[in-house]
T-cell receptor, first 114, second 115 residues
Framework: EAGVAQSPRYKIIEKRQSVAFWCNPISGHATLYWYQQILGQGPKLLIQFQNNGVVDDSQLPKDRFSAERLKGVDSTLKIQPAKLEDSAVYLC????????????FGPGTRLTVL | AQSVSQHNHHVILSEAASLELGCNYSYGGTVNLFWYVQYPGQHLQLLLKYFSGDPLVKGIKGFEAEFIKSKFSFNLRKPSVQWSDTAEYFCAVNAPNTGGFKTIFGAGTRLFVKA
């Protein structure tokens, strides 16, 4: 089966610019996650979707970050405007349920904000 | 707040040495526990998981982990490491949260195995 797809793989922008990341989960997976992984740290959950509804977005900086999962399939994460501290790898993962199932990760998008 | 602590950020071993990576979490209720691994240039992938039952779980590539509830620990072990085990290892805890379950990752341990 195809894995989790993410694009772009790399992005370099200047601070105050906007950027968007795209994720296509494994077919049939109801739960989709966006994580932020800063260098030297573990992944931090930004937002979790169950189908097209938000389950947890408590750590999403809502003044600048937004995410949507239209039709309960693929998802977009946007940052507007970007700050230097947003430099990180943004990981997308999916699972068949949001409770006990294994998460399958995509390759990530490495964002550098200058 | 829930948290996951991994004791060692960097570990260097020679081939055939034994490995134990520590993981402790702070949540008093029922949890699901995972170890994920990221090999150089590859995606994060599951190494093993514990939901219930036998607290000693076996994963891929000869890895195992033991859940000790009284110590809030889920340490990863391998009797004899190989050069190909060089990777970053993440402990993760999945616990009930408002609206569902939430997964929290530790900071990771970078393992380098010398040939």
């Amino acid at each position: 089966e195809a894995g989790v797809a993410q694009s772009p793989r790399y992005k370099i922008i200047e601070k105050r610019q906007s950027v968007a990341f795209w994720c296509n989960p494994i077919s049939g997976h109801a739960t989709l996650y966006w994580y932020q992984q800063i260098l030297g740290q573990g992944p931090k959950l930004l937002i979790q979707f169950q189908n097209n509804g938000v389950v947890d977005d408590s750590q999403l900086p809502k003044d600048r970050f937004s995410a949507e999962r239209l039709k309960g399939v693929d998802s977009t994460l946007k940052i507007q405007p970007a700050k230097l501290e947003d430099s990180a790898v943004y990981l997308c993962a999916s699972s068949s349920d949001g409770f006990t199932d294994t998460q399958y990760f995509g390759p990530g998008t490495r964002l550098t904000v200058l | 707040a829930q948290s996951v602590s991994q004791h060692n950020h960097h570990v260097i071993l020679s081939e055939a040495a034994s490995l134990e990576l520590g993981c402790n979490y702070s949540y008093g209720g029922t949890v699901n526990l995972f170890w994920y691994v990221q090999y150089p240039g590859q995606h994060l992938q599951l190494l093993l998981k514990y939901f219930s039952g036998d607290p000693l779980v076996k994963g891929i590539k000869g890895f195992e982990a033991e859940f000790i509830k009284s110590k809030f620990s889920f340490n990863l072990r391998k009797p004899s490491v190989q050069w190909s085990d060089t990777a970053e290892y993440f402990c993760a805890v999945n616990a009930p949260n408002t609206g569902g379950f939430k997964t929290i990752f530790g900071a990771g341990t970078r393992l380098f195995v010398k040939a």
